[in-house]
């Protein structure tokens, strides 16, 4: 497996677990899905909000729009705060656009290459360092979201177990390598 190959197979990864994430939380009330917890974003609903806004910015990033933000978002806030929030109105809204977001992450994975991975990606930061231009290598970017993605979504999995969620989702990379060799 080369570099690429390995690039997209932790993102084939990252939106299956996604997905894993959505089913469960999709049998909740929205009280449930919006209940405060001391971790994470505060919420299910604001922590499925981060994960895919950091899905969006990064791929934007990564496609050449220095500032991206997504459409409701208030300019110098983090996607997913309060103030951002009313931009998806529903879990189904966010379903589809999630959906809509991994066909774009899919086509700009279906275009990578091997010498695309020493680019350089510039954003502008909304948190640590808020203004501030980055510059960095696009490999360290595409597996940032991956790694992102994972730690984030434990953060939802343990809130999911609070809510009383009895089928956990299974999001380990193994269990999807087990799952295609069956």
Known sequence: MNAVELVRRLHEHRQWANGRLLDAAGGLSDGAL?????????????????????????????????????????????????????????????????????????????ELTEDALDETVFKTSTSSGAGRRHGTRRADVLIHVCTHAQYTTAQAVNMLRQAGVESLPDVMLISLARSESV
């Open 34 to 110: 919006r209940e405060s917890y001391p971790i994470g974003q505060g919420s299910i609903w604001r922590t499925l909000l981060h994960l895919m806004a950091a899905e969006y910015v990064w791929l934007e990033a990564l496609e050449g729009n220095e500032s991206p933000t997504l459409p409701g978002d208030v300019p110098g806030r983090l996607p997913g705060n309060q103030e951002g929030e009313n931009r998806i109105a529903s879990f189904d809204e966010l379903r589809r656009q999630w959906a809509a977001l991994d066909e774009r992450w899919a086509a700009h994975l279906d």
